[in-house]
Nanobody, 127 residues
Framework: VQLQASGGGLVQAGGSLRLSCVLS????????IAWFRQAPGKDRAFVAT????????YYADSVKGRFTISRDNAKNTVYLQMKSLKPEDTAVYYC?????????????????????WGQGTLVTVSS
């Protein structure tokens, strides 16, 4: 399984960016695909997740109303549309995937629960 993240860059506060995560190597019908981010000196933090087949989407409170996660099954791609960006959104953004069963209700927020990871793409928001 391979995940390839792209789309990061430098943007001014209030601007927008769209990140892409291209998945390959197997079928992902039962998988959740997530975005996490890691700012300098901080732990990796959950941003959003979506089920590859029809199903729910979940967001971190800090990005609700500003970020949208979506998927294009035909292109094997998950997107993270980011709007109204703030300097505190500056981080390396990673996409992750996992298809196993989980007992915890909020497992999707725990980066340790994801088996596959992309390489990360840097988002820098200037003030």
């Amino acid at each position: 399984v391979q995940l390839q993240a792209s789309g990061g860059g430098l943007v001014q506060a209030g601007g927008s960016l769209r990140l892409s995560c291209v998945l390959s190597g197997r079928t992902f019908s039962s998988y959740f695909i997530a975005w996490f981010r890691q700012a300098p000196g901080k732990d990796r933090a959950f941003v959003a997740t979506i089920r590859w087949s029809a199903g729910p989407m979940y967001y971190a409170d800090s990005v609700k109303g500003r970020f949208t996660i979506s998927r294009d099954n035909a292109k094997n791609t998950v997107y993270l549309q980011m709007k109204s960006l703030k300097p505190e959104d500056t981080a390396v953004y990673y996409c992750a995937a996992d298809g196993t069963d989980h007992a915890s209700t909020y497992w999707y927020m725990d980066n340790n629960e994801y088996e596959y990871w992309g390489q990360g793409t840097l988002v820098t928001v200037s003030s």
